[in-house]
């Protein structure tokens, strides 16, 4: 009895390996949905004053005969810059933050400076990074932090918008 058994059992796997196996349907994954567009911030005016945090970060010992800019120097800058918007700036001093800048410098170790400068902030989170010194690099690192809050000015000055081609853009 167990001779024919093993036979039928056997003859059963084995036709059983070759008939096509059952495939599995995949329903393909619905796409999320894009996260909403960011806002559009107006030019921003007349904010006195605009508490800001500073932050440094340097990708080298910074040990250079004119170091880049101290903070005073730079929120002297912005105050230069927001006078025509009747802004001006502060640092934060225990007060709610509208904006947390940081500069990155880097040097190459031949005094070729590059960087960039992050704004964050009001209420928005990230709203840009800016490089400069690449592939041109600065000789000077205070030229570069001066550049850099040029260009981080122009978003306080004009506004932003949600880059995303999906988003209104202005």
Not at 94 to 122: E, K, M, P, R
Not at 129 to 154: E, F, H, Q, R
């Amino acid at each position: 009895m167990r001779g024919p058994f093993a036979a039928v059992l056997s003859g059963v796997l084995f036709l059983s390996g070759c008939a096509p196996m059952m495939q599995q349907q995949h329903h393909a994954s619905r796409k999320q949905a894009p996260a909403p567009c960011n806002p559009v911030v107006a030019p921003i005016r007349g904010v006195s004053p605009i508490v800001v945090v500073l932050t440094y970060n340097y990708a080298y010992s910074a040990k250079d005969p004119n170091p880049a800019w101290h903070k005073s120097d730079i929120i002297g800058r912005l105050n230069d810059l927001g006078r025509g918007d009747s802004n001006s700036f502060t640092e934060s001093n225990g007060q709610a933050v509208n904006f947390h800048i940081t500069y990155t410098l880097q040097n190459d170790g031949n005094d070729h400076f590059t960087g960039s400068v992050d704004l964050a902030g009001w209420g928005v989170g990230h709203v840009t990074t800016i490089s400069k010194g690449y592939p041109n690099p600065y000789a000077s690192s205070s030229v570069l932090t001066s550049d850099l809050t040029d260009a981080m000015y122009a978003f306080i000055h004009g506004g932003w918008h949600d880059l995303r081609p999906s988003c209104p853009q202005n």
